[in-house]
């Protein structure tokens, strides 16, 4: 079994905002005729790709407490850490762009930190880029702050990468996912 995790912050009031990235990239893997289970601080669903069985899930732990969900549900299903991959937003990224990395550091974003926290950092992530923060705003409101609708365009279509990208990495590998998309989107 492989664990996707998008990383965001519950609540309506946090819908489509750019620190909702990683869940707004995990729902285009959901199946939409099966609902999410509420279990460790996380809503899941399990789903099949390709041959694989995969368990999605989101945080509901809030952003910077992420690792409080991850850290149980690897454990409850006993998921290696070389077996989870991370989606999440990225300010350092222009909206439209993507970064695949097979482990490394937070680069910033809290809800990494506090995965690498809990778990260590032998993990795969995505990166999706949000936008760089102006300098005329504080970053904690860009992050919560609703995509414009030049850039909800971009992301939009920024989103129909994540199932070939995620299967991509079941069959081939990190490497494989970091020759295709670390690099303009064709």
């Given at each position: 079994?492989?664990?996707?995790?998008?990383?965001g912050?519950?609540s309506?009031?946090?819908e489509?905002t750019?620190h909702?990235?990683g869940?707004?990239?995990?729902?285009?893997?959901?199946d939409?005729?099966?609902?999410?289970?509420s279990?460790h601080k996380a809503?899941t669903?399990?789903?099949?790709?390709?041959?694989?069985e995969?368990?999605?899930?989101?945080?509901q732990t809030?952003m910077?407490?992420?690792?409080d969900a991850?850290l149980?549900?690897?454990s409850?299903y006993?998921i290696?850490?070389?077996r989870?991959?991370v989606l999440?937003?990225?300010v350092?990224?222009d909206?439209?762009?993507?970064?695949?990395?097979g482990?490394?550091?937070?680069?910033?974003?809290n809800?990494?930190?506090d995965i690498i926290?809990?778990?260590g950092d032998?993990f795969?992530?995505?990166r999706?880029?949000v936008?760089?923060c102006?300098?005329q705003w504080?970053l904690?409101d860009?992050?919560?702050?609703?995509?414009t609708k030049?850039d909800?365009?971009?992301f939009?279509?920024?989103?129909?990468?994540?199932s070939?990208l995620i299967?991509?990495?079941?069959?081939?590998?990190?490497?494989?996912c970091?020759?295709r998309?670390?690099g303009?989107l064709?």
């Amino acid at each position: 079994m492989y664990l996707i995790v998008g990383l965001g912050n519950p609540s309506s009031q946090y819908e489509n905002t750019r620190h909702n990235a990683g869940f707004i990239a995990v729902d285009k893997l959901a199946d939409p005729n099966t609902t999410w289970k509420s279990e460790h601080k996380a809503l899941t669903q399990k789903i099949k790709i390709g041959s694989e069985e995969v368990l999605i899930a989101k945080p509901q732990t809030f952003m910077n407490r992420s690792g409080d969900a991850v850290l149980p549900l690897l454990s409850w299903y006993k998921i290696p850490l070389n077996r989870m991959i991370v989606l999440v937003d990225d300010v350092q990224l222009d909206c439209g762009r993507i970064r695949v990395r097979g482990k490394g550091s937070h680069g910033g974003q809290n809800g990494l930190r506090d995965i690498i926290e809990k778990v260590g950092d032998s993990f795969s992530r995505v990166r999706f880029g949000v936008g760089k923060c102006p300098p005329q705003w504080d970053l904690a409101d860009w992050v919560l702050s609703k995509f414009t609708k030049e850039d909800a365009v971009i992301f939009q279509s920024t989103l129909k990468h994540v199932s070939p990208l995620i299967s991509l990495w079941l069959s081939k590998g990190i490497e494989a996912c970091m020759d295709r998309y670390n690099g303009p989107l064709d």
